[in-house]
């Protein structure tokens, strides 16, 4: 099998620490700040009402094929691929967003689930 890199293109900026239930990380508003020389690539974003988040779950230790939903033990364990948990085989999150602005380098965006510092890898329209 082949190994697969991912570079950074910005990281999440909301003050929000590891730990934070999902419901307050989406109700918050979070900045997403990409790293300089990516400004033409954002051309036409702005047209895009929400766009999808791809980024990297850099808190979350190792993974289990079966889960608890949202680690409630009174809830019966099922696929981790049936699930939003963070705690996958690649740690790999996308989440659907409410774009709200753009200027400069720095989107701000509304329904993110990914803490303060988590590196973004891709932005895609939805």
Do not use: C, Y
Not at 4 to 17: D, M, Q
Not at 34 to 50: C, F, H, M, N, V
Not at 97 to 125: C, F, H, Q, S, Y
């Amino acid at each position: 099998m082949d190994t697969v890199t991912f570079e950074p293109i910005g990281s999440v900026e909301n003050g929000l620490p590891f730990g934070t239930p999902g419901d307050t990380l989406r109700a918050a508003e979070s900045r997403i700040v990409l790293r300089s020389g990516l400004l033409e690539a954002l051309t036409d974003l702005e047209k895009e009402p929400r766009i999808l988040v791809v980024f990297h779950f850099h808190r979350s230790d190792g993974w289990e094929p079966l889960q608890h939903p949202r680690g409630d033990r009174s809830r019966p364990k099922i696929g981790v691929f049936a699930l939003r948990s963070p705690r996958r085989p690649n740690g790999i999150g996308v989440t659907e967003v409410d774009l709200l602005e753009i200027r400069e380098n720095v989107l701000t965006v509304r329904g993110l689930d990914a803490v303060d510092g988590t590196p973004v890898l891709d932005l895609k329209p939805a």
